[in-house]
C-alpha cells in the first residue's frame, strides 16, 4: 500500500471505536502508527538506490514492530492524555500490523519483517503498483465519513471488508481477463499526467 492509502485505511480502521471514544487525536495516533513503517521511506532523501536499499527493511522490522506502537501509545498516554495506554497500545499496534499484512499482500515488493534476525522478504504481490480499486475503495471510504460523520462506523467497515474482499477476489483470480480489469489494474497510468499518480501515492513513476 502506498502512503495516502495507508492514511486512508489507518483513519477507517479509527472509525471502527477509537475515534468515537478518543476523538480526533486518538484518530491522529491511529494513521500515525498505521504510517510508521514507511518512515524508513525517507531514506529517498539520499537518492533512490539509497531507498530502494532501505525502504521495507528499516522501519517494516521487529524493532519498529515491537516498539513503535508502543512508543506512540506512551506519548498519547502520558503526555497527551489521548486514553489509558492499554487501550491505546492495542489500537495502534493492530493499526502497524495491518500496515505490514497490507504492505506484503499488496505488491511484489519483498517486505523484510524479522529485520535484523532474519533477511527473508515477504511479499504477496495480489495487486500490481497502480492498481485503482483500493485506491478508490479507501478515498471514497475516507471521504464518505467526512462527508457523513454520523454513519463513520459502518461506512469504514464496508470499505474495509470490500477491500478486503477485493485483495481476496484477486487471490483466487489473479488473471485480469476484462480490458476495464487492466485499466483498473495499471492501464490506466498510460499517458496520465504525473499529478493524478501523486494522488494515489505513486511517486516513484
Ligand atoms: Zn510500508
Same mark, same amino acid.
Given at each position: 500500500m502506498k502512503?495516502?492509502? /495507508?492514511?486512508?485505511?489507518?483513519?477507517l480502521l479509527a472509525q471502527l471505536g477509537v475515534h468515537q471514544q478518543y476523538g480526533w487525536p486518538g484518530t491522529?495516533?491511529?494513521?500515525?502508527?498505521?504510517?510508521?513503517?514507511?518512515l524508513d521511506g525517507i531514506g529517498i532523501i539520499g537518492?533512490?538506490?539509497?531507498?530502494?536499499?532501505? /525502504?521495507?527493511?528499516?522501519?517494516h522490522g521487529l524493532p519498529m514492530t515491537l516498539l513503535g506502537p508502543a512508543a506512540l501509545a506512551f506519548l498519547g498516554s502520558w503526555t497527551l492524555h489521548v486514553g489509558p495506554f492499554l487501550v491505546l497500545w492495542s489500537w495502534l499496534q493492530v493499526s502497524l500490523l495491518l500496515h505490514l499484512f497490507t504492505d506484503v499482500c499488496f505488491y511484489n515488493w519483498p517486505v523484510q519483517l524479522a529485520w535484523p534476525l532474519s533477511k527473508r522478504g515477504w511479499a504477496g504481490g495480489l495487486l500490481t503498483w497502480n492498481d485503482l480499486v483500493p485506491t478508490i475503495l479507501l478515498y471514497g471510504g475516507a471521504a464518505s465519513i467526512l462527508a457523513w460523520p454520523e454513519k463513520r462506523m459502518w461506512t469504514a467497515l464496508v470499505a474495509i471488508v470490500a477491500t478486503a474482499t477485493y485483495l481476496g477476489w484477486r487471490a483466487l483470480r489473479p488473471?485480469?481477463?476484462?480490458?476495464w480489469e487492466a485499466w483498473l489494474a495499471g492501464g490506466w497510468t498510460e499517458?496520465?499526467?504525473r499529478l493524478c499518480r501523486w494522488i494515489t501515492g505513486d511517486f516513484v513513476t
Open positions: 502512503v495516502p492509502e /495507508h492514511v486512508a485505511f489507518s483513519f491522529a495516533l491511529v494513521i500515525a502508527a498505521g504510517c510508521l513503517p514507511d537518492g533512490w538506490r539509497f531507498y530502494r536499499r532501505y /525502504h521495507r527493511i528499516l522501519g488473471e485480469r481477463e476484462f480490458a499517458r496520465s499526467p
